[in-house]
């Protein structure tokens, strides 16, 4: 009796070590680039993905996403969204310093002096801006085999929980909302949904506290979801809809497509 205890506990230990490991941290750096500016940076943005492929290979991080933005609450103040993904909390705070940055580009592009992977740098630095940056923890998601490809759609919906109501709007999104994605979903009216919780910054004067992510394959199936309405609910799922909505201030939601990816 005493062993099969212990294999039990075990059991349980090795079944939290694995949620761990599956838990996903993200950065997302909002960017800002003069107009006169844009073409050069999107050769650049085409450039970094080779060196975070690079990343990806040495295992420093699980993904990196590069998106551009076709809406928002002020046009003005960012053009693309990049999303870096890991799947430690530390690796995330730590990130990729510009030195390891430096030294993945050289290994993908060996034909480049150390003089011109430098150069390359300053003036990538020069023509942007990153006037946020936030770091996030998956909280949960829904069960689907989307495919992150260029061209796929993603609104990046800014909540701020209402004064109080944190742990209420936690729980909103995990009962209430998470069956009705997963139901779009299977329904093909949707590809992937993620709720994520910030990690930084924090305290009551922050912009948002969570995020959702919402993805499409392309724009049919989005144009798709938004027409659909779901004429099945209960009056008690209503209200339970309408109760998780109260709890949350929908900040901005940002509409982007992805351009670059790395998986």
Known sequence: MKKLSMLLLCGLLWTGVLNAQQTQYMVFEFIKVEKDQLFDYIEFKDLMEKVYRQALTDKRIKGWDFWSLQNGGDEADFQYIMVTTY??????????????????????????SAGQVLTLFEQSL??????????????VSTEDNFQFKPGALASFDLMKAGEGKFDEYEQAESDVFRPIHQKRIEQGLMGHWSFLRTALPQGSEAKSTHLTMNMYKD?????NAQAYEDLSQTAAQREAVNEGLNSRDQKWVYLATLENVVR
């Open 87 to 112: 799947d430690d909390p530390v690796k995330m705070m730590n990130g990729l310093d510009e030195e390891s940055l430096m030294e993945y580009t050289k290994i993908a592009y060996p034909h480049l």
């Open 126 to 139: 020069a023509m942007r801006d990153m006037p946020m940056r936030l770091y996030m923890r998956e909280v």
């Open 219 to 223: 724009y049919v199936q989005f144009f």
